[in-house]
Structure formats: C-alpha cells, structure tokens
C-alpha cells in the first residue's frame, strides 16, 4: 500500500460541454467529487499535467488526498477517468470520496512475475491474464496491485481467482473458479486455418463515461 498522492483541485464556477471545452484548452481538465458522505457533489478542475502524472501510474487503486477549493483535504479513489479514444487526453474525472472505516468496491490492477520462466511460455504458449481483479476493501487496506507469479505454468495450466493470496481484510467479489491467468497454445503452432475462413475482426476499443461525467457534461 503506498502513501496518498496530493492532488489540487481548483474552483470551477460554470459547466457544460462548451466551458468544460475551454477548460481543456487551457489546461485544465473538468472534475467532480461525490461519495455518500458528500451532500452535493463538488465540481472543479484539475491542471492536466497533474492528471497525467496520476494516470500514468495505478490510477483504478491509487488513493489520493485531494484538496479541495475551500481548503479542505479529503481522501479519494478516482472511479472513472474518461480520455480522448485517439490522444489519450484526460477528458473527465470523477473521484469517490473513501470514508475511513467503510469498505469499497475497487478494481486492483494484476502484476504478473515470471512470465519468461514459465515452461509453457518457453514451449511456446501464450500467456494470458486479466487485466484488473474486483475486489471489496477498507480505504487504508487497497493494495496497489495483485501479485502473482506464474514461472511453474506449463501449457494449460491456469491460476484462478481462489488461488491469489490477498491482503488481509481484502475480499474478492469475483467468482472463486474464474481463471486470472493461463498459458495456451500458441496460434502460430495450431493448425493452419483454411484459406476460405475470414479474418476475425479488429477489436474496438468503447470508451465509457462515467454517470458523474455525463451529469457534468449535460449541464
């Protein structure tokens, strides 16, 4: 668990797609701050460059102390962080307020070690892991990361979701039986396909925007 990252959140006094625009024009990027304890959410901006150094790292386990306009500190998971499908430019940003003592959803991002050791890699199986883990857990409990280390899987083999070791007062929210990494077989070595079958199609990448953000965007 690593120490909160301060963040400055400034005033905003209008919104809507055309202010929240000039906003990002000028280097700021538009924000909003809610949590059950929070009685009306507060709007602000944020100086991209700010941003930009937060989503460069652990962002979906990061906990942040974010200053707010009227002086005041409070503790925050950012919960949804819209960007620009082509730039990757910080668009939006919804940050939850954590409430010391109540446990939270949280997305933990997934660290693998030990992907070239792993005989089933070096055979020349691929291996695939899921990117994020679900799970519930006190403000001062999120790990930054879920470890594991899959240097003994041969072809085949998986690790489930009953198989990680969590931090303590940590709880998975994901089915206990669902595989988060695995090495298969490698396309290059299957049997080739006929000439007669289609491509299969390009993935599309679908950028969602948080219920906040859109409430934002709207006004």
Known sequence: MSE?????????????????GRLRHSGYVP?????????????????????????????????????LPNGEEEMCLIREAQRHPLTDMPL???FLHLVRG????????????????APGVKEG???????EIEVMSLPMSIPDAIHIDVSNLGVGD??????????????????????????VTSRGVEEAAPETEAPAAADVEVVAKGKAAKEDEAE
């Open 125 to 131: 199986g691929v291996l695939e892991v899921v990117r």
């Open 158 to 183: 998986a690790i489930h979701a009953k198989d990680l070791v969590l931090p303590e007062g940590v709880e998975l929210l994901v089915e206990p039986d669902e595989v988060v990494a695995i090495v």
């Open 92 to 94: 939006h940003i919804d």
């Open 4 to 20: 909160l990252v301060t963040i400055e959140m400034e005033a905003r006094e209008k919104t809507g797609k055309g202010e929240n």
């Open 31 to 67: 924000c909003i701050l809610y949590g059950p304890e929070i009685k009306e959410n507060i709007k602000g901006k944020l100086k991209i460059r700010d941003v930009q150094k937060v989503l460069a790292g652990r962002w979906e386990s990061m906990r942040l102390n974010v200053k």
């Open 102 to 117: 109540r446990k939270i959803n949280v997305n933990i991002p997934v660290e693998v070690t030990g992907r070239d050791d």
